[in-house]
Structure formats: structure tokens, C-alpha cells
């Protein structure tokens, strides 16, 4: 530990604010900014990381919390909140110990990487009656929260078909010089990073997937001989924009083992139909939604904010005409749009609080099973899979929003 992280106090400062942990300080970690406000209602008092570089960036940014490598120091700290920011396979070994030590708990997505895993999560917070929240801040994201305004007023009637195309135009620098690379951590990135737009496909759509199918390939970074441990640098050390064209990207993990493309297919619960399709060597980097029901369909150009969602409503002889309307994208302050504020206030209240938020542990799950069976799937020659369901207690305490047994 190096002489700065030394230095840190050794007891939790006093505090009237919430007194909120993070373990894990490292590609999320920017989310302490959201959540220590000292004089404001929250203040982040421990931060718990297994990395000399972990600990000294949290030092150097939060000088008043207590920096420490032990997880047994902070679950017996007096804490409100603990914010779980671990690489997603250890999403499950830590927040099963927060939340059996009874502090609220915010588990960054995907909740875990296997569905066991995910699942262990559920049973300890419905067990424990400990509040667990999920960070799929997409649901606060301006341009989600808009299309899903549109399909509750009813603007295009009832959702048949949602289809996602997800041009990940930095996944070389983002997935594939790291830990990320490999099965073992990941699953799949379809998975990793697909969680979000499941999540988002099923919101829009009103169900979850009960029956999936889908295909892919490592069909570009496999190539790439230029290969480097990289434990030793983050992301931010590595990216370029200069680091074009994908097939001469340098300094990929050692090991890749997940797919850079892949398209899978879904049944919804309610019927609707859904498709998810992403690629990781894209030239550009966004999301596009389109949604399709009964009386028309949306679909978003660009993803952020001035960017626009065009609606067609009114039948046309042929070829492509303007929409009926076109809805600018909102602004918002802070990450994605202001959807990382949005998302903190949110698990604040509700740690402190309780009762229903926007996101929900039951569709985070179900986001992690789709992506998992998804994964198998596209290994085995791209058979039909079907959902494993949840106990029905399970989806009754969690939509209710986790009340007090």
C-alpha cells in the first residue's frame, strides 16, 4: 500500500449524512462523485479495493473515507449504503456478504456473469429482506425514458416488435485489452454488454424473454497477433481513436475468447418479438431502437442528447417519408445523458426509504438469463433456448418493491 493510502484515517469520519461504502474503485468508479455530497445527504466514508492502484485513486479523490483491502472491515463498518463496483464476476461474492450483513446494496449490472451467480444475489436479499438495487442506468437515460413515454401514451399503440442495433464502435479499446476478453469473467459480451439493452428491450416492450435463439463469431480481434498483459494499465491508458482499423488494433489480451459479433433473437412473455444485434468493430459508436405496434412505430437517430426520435403514424403509398413527428433527445447533467445522478438519487431514496424505483432486480435477472441462454445458444449451433423461471414469491416481494417482511 502505498505511503498516501497509509495516511487515510483509520476510523469512519462522523457524519448526519447517509454513510455510504463502495467496493471496488475502478471503471465505475466515477459514480462517488454522484454520492459524496458531504452537508447534503450522502457522504462515501470507506472504500474497500483489492489494488494498491484501486486504493490510492480512492485516497486521492475521497481523502476523508477510511481506504482499506479487508471486505470483512467495511461489512462490519456502521454503513447506510454500499455501492458494489467489482468486475462482474465477483459482483455475486461480494454483494451475497453486503447484503447478508444487512446493508442496502447497489450492484453495478449485469448482476453477475452466470445465472447461478445471479440468482444467489436474489435469494440473499429476498432471505434477508436487505434492499438490493441494480444499475441499469439506462432506465434513466433520456432517450429510453422518452420512446418509453411515447409507448405509455399509447402513441403507437400495443409494442409487437422491438428491434436493438448496438454499433460499439470502441470495443476493441473497450473489451478486448482486458478482462473482458475472456469467457471466465464475461460469459459473453453479449452478456457484459448486452445487459443493458435486454433490459431496455423488455422495458420498452413490456415483457421478458422466455425463449431465445441467437448466433456469432469472433470474426475480427481473433486475428490480432499483437497481444499484452495489460493488468498493469486501464482503459483510459490504451485509447485512441487513432487505434483504426480494427484488424490493426495493438496490444489485445492474451487470451480472447468471447465473440465480437453477435445477433440473437427473442420471444417475449407477452408475445411480442425482439432482436438484439451487436458488433464491436463499427466505425461509430450508438444504439438504435426501433419499436414497432399496433397503430406505428419509433425509432431513435443518434442516442443522445439533441439527437432525435422520428414517429410514423400515418400510413404511406411506399418508400420512406417523414415521420409524424420528430422529438429532440433531452440533456441532462452528469453521465450518460444525467441518467448517473438520476440512478444514485434513486438508490438512495430507496435505501433509505424503500419502496418501488424504475429499476428492478427481477428484470435485471431476467437480462442476465436471456444473455446467458443467448450465449449458449450461439455456441451450439444456435438452438432455441428456454428462460428458467423464477419462484413466483420471488417476482411478488421484488416488483412490490422489497417491503418490509
Known amino acids: 500500500m502505498t505511503d498516501v493510502v497509509q495516511e487515510r484515517p483509520d476510523t469512519l469520519p462522523a457524519t448526519k449524512d447517509m454513510r455510504v461504502g463502495i467496493v471496488g474503485f475502478g471503471l465505475r468508479a466515477s459514480l462517488w462523485k454522484q454520492v459524496h455530497k458531504p452537508g447534503q445527504g450522502s457522504e462515501v466514508v470507506m472504500v474497500c479495493d483489492l489494488s494498491e492502484r484501486g486504493r490510492a485513486d480512492a485516497a486521492a479523490r475521497i481523502p476523508t473515507a477510511v481506504i482499506t483491502a479487508n471486505l470483512d472491515e467495511l461489512l462490519a463498518a456502521d454503513l447506510d449504503a454500499v455501492l458494489v463496483l467489482t468486475p462482474d464476476n465477483r459482483h455475486a461474492e461480494v454483494a451475497v456478504q453486503t447484503l447478508t450483513a444487512g ?56 409494442v409487437k416488435a422491438v428491434w436493438c442495433r448496438h454499433f460499439v464502435g470502441n470495443g476493441g479499446d473497450y473489451y478486448f485489452k482486458d478482462w473482458h476478453a475472456e469467457r471466465a469473467n464475461t460469459t459473453s459480451l453479449l452478456l457484459q454488454k448486452g445487459a443493458h439493452d435486454i433490459d431496455v428491450i423488455h422495458w420498452l416492450a413490456g415483457g421478458y424473454t422466455k425463449r431465445v435463439s441467437a448466433i456469432g463469431d469472433l470474426a475480427v480481434y481473433g486475428d490480432v497477433t499483437s497481444r499484452r498483459d495489460n493488468t498493469d494499465r486501464r482503459m483510459g491508458d490504451w485509447f485512441s481513436l487513432d487505434n483504426w482499423p480494427p484488424a490493426e488494433q495493438t496490444d489485445l489480451n492474451p487470451i480472447i475468447d468471447v465473440e465480437d459479433i453477435s445477433m440473437m433473437q427473442m420471444v417475449l412473455d407477452n408475445g411480442a418479438l425482439a432482436s438484439y444485434q451487436q458488433c464491436h468493430f463499427t466505425p461509430d459508436y450508438w444504439r438504435n431502437y426501433t419499436v414497432i405496434g399496433t397503430k406505428g412505430r419509433i425509432e431513435n437517430f443518434g442516442d443522445g442528447p439533441g439527437d432525435v426520435i422520428k414517429v410514423w403514424t400515418s400510413r404511406s403509398q411506399g418508400g420512406f417519408v417523414t415521420p409524424d413527428q420528430e422529438i429532440e433527445i433531452r440533456d441532462g447533467d452528469g453521465g450518460h445523458g444525467g441518467a448517473d445522478p438520476l440512478l444514485i438519487a434513486e438508490f438512495l431514496r430507496f435505501a433509505r426509504d424503500g419502496g418501488v424505483t424504475d429499476t428492478s432486480p427481477i428484470a435485471a435477472r431476467e437480462a442476465v438469463a436471456a444473455g446467458v441462454l443467448a450465449a449458449q445458444s450461439l455456441r451450439s449451433r444456435g438452438s432455441s433456448l428456454d428462460i428458467p423461471p423464477l419462484p413466483a414469491a420471488w417476482i411478488e416481494y421484488f416488483n412490490a418493491g422489497q417491503p418490509a417482511r
Not at 432471505?127 to 401514451?153: D, F, K, S, W
Open 103 to 158: 446493508i442496502p446494496t447497489f450492484c453495478e449490472k449485469p448482476l453477475d456473469v452466470s445465472l447461478e451467480a445471479t440468482d444467489s444475489i436474489l435469494a440473499t436479499a429476498f432471505e434477508t429482506g436487505t434492499r438490493l438495487y441494480v444499475g441499469h442506468n439506462m432506465r434513466h437515460m433520456p432517450v429510453v425514458v422518452q420512446m418509453r413515454e411515447l409507448i405509455q401514451a399509447g402513441t403507437i399503440g400495443e
